[in-house]
């Protein structure tokens, strides 16, 4: 029976043992449960092995048995409680700590969401300046390039006019001339006014045949070895001419191979090249 009863005490004691470590081992939700069931348990056993003994000694040892039990279910409370408290530290510290994540995650949003506008902001302005730079480099370009053809037709058309006001000089000249030699002739004879008449057309044509001042090459009917004489035109580039002429100025000269804009206002500035 003393058996009986201490086998029934060491597994309602191991029972209380893996409540108190792990509720669900016997399961049950809590220790708290485990304390409601399993101490009952050893009191019931612990009251029926001494009813079986002395009723005094059985008494007595009951009754210490009773006070150690009690010991020890306020021993565990307070454990429990303690444990309880820890473990709503530990609950509050987690709750503190979730709460600075989301804060740290918040924050590392803000961040990438604000060098993100930077990066978007700073690719919006090197694509407005990249685009303003080669819109004023094709407009630079392309004022250069009108420029230039603008600047070669006006020296052309320059070179035009002063041919023409050079020639118009020369024939009112020539007029004035002959205006005289008619007004001073005008008293002689009708002979004499036939041969005046035919002197003065005789003169207005050769004026108007010949423009070209003294020591000028006429490029248009001038030899080879004349013109060698003008800048930069040797044997080679003087059949050339020959070949390509008729030449109207010296931006036409550029058609000879070898000749460009500077070698043309260098022949320009030499300015023996008659174009009659």
């Not at 081992?25 to 003994?53: E, F, G, N």
């Not at 820890?86 to 709460?99: F, H, I, T």
Request: charged share 30%; hydrophobic share 35%; glycine share 4%.
């Amino acid at each position: 029976m003393n058996t009986l009863f201490f086998i029934l005490a060491a597994l309602s004691l191991f029972a209380f043992i893996l409540g108190l470590i792990k509720p669900s081992l016997i399961r049950l939700p809590s220790r708290s449960r485990v304390c409601l069931y399993v101490i009952p348990v050893l009191i019931v056993t612990s009251i029926l092995h001494d009813s079986t003994q002395d009723p005094n000694k059985a008494q007595s040892a009951q009754l210490k048995k009773i006070e150690t039990l009690e010991a020890s279910v306020q021993d565990k409370e307070t454990e429990m409680e303690e444990l309880t408290v820890a473990l709503e530290e530990a609950e509050e510290s987690l709750k503190e700590s979730e709460e600075q994540l989301e804060l740290l995650q918040a924050e590392e949003g803000d961040v990438y969401g604000s060098f993100e506008e930077q990066l978007e902001e700073a690719k919006l302005e090197w694509e407005e300046e990249f685009r303003e730079q080669i819109e004023e480099d094709l407009k630079e370009r392309i004022t250069a390039e009108i420029s230039e053809d603008y600047e070669d037709k006006l020296a052309a058309l320059d070179d035009k006019i002063k041919e023409k006001e050079q020639t118009i000089e020369e024939k009112e000249t020539t007029i004035s001339k002959l205006e005289e030699e008619v007004a001073s002739a005008s008293t002689d004879s009708g002979n004499e006014t036939a041969t005046t008449e035919t002197e003065t057309a005789q003169s207005s044509e050769s004026a108007s045949t010949d423009s070209c001042g003294p020591g000028t090459v006429k490029i248009n009917s001038a030899s080879e070895s004349e013109l060698q004489a003008i800048y930069e035109i040797g044997p080679d580039r003087a059949a050339q001419i020959i070949q390509l002429r008729p030449f109207s100025s010296y931006n036409d000269m550029k058609r000879i191979k070898g000749i460009g804009d500077a070698r043309a206002e260098a022949i320009e500035n030499q300015g023996i090249v008659c174009f009659d």
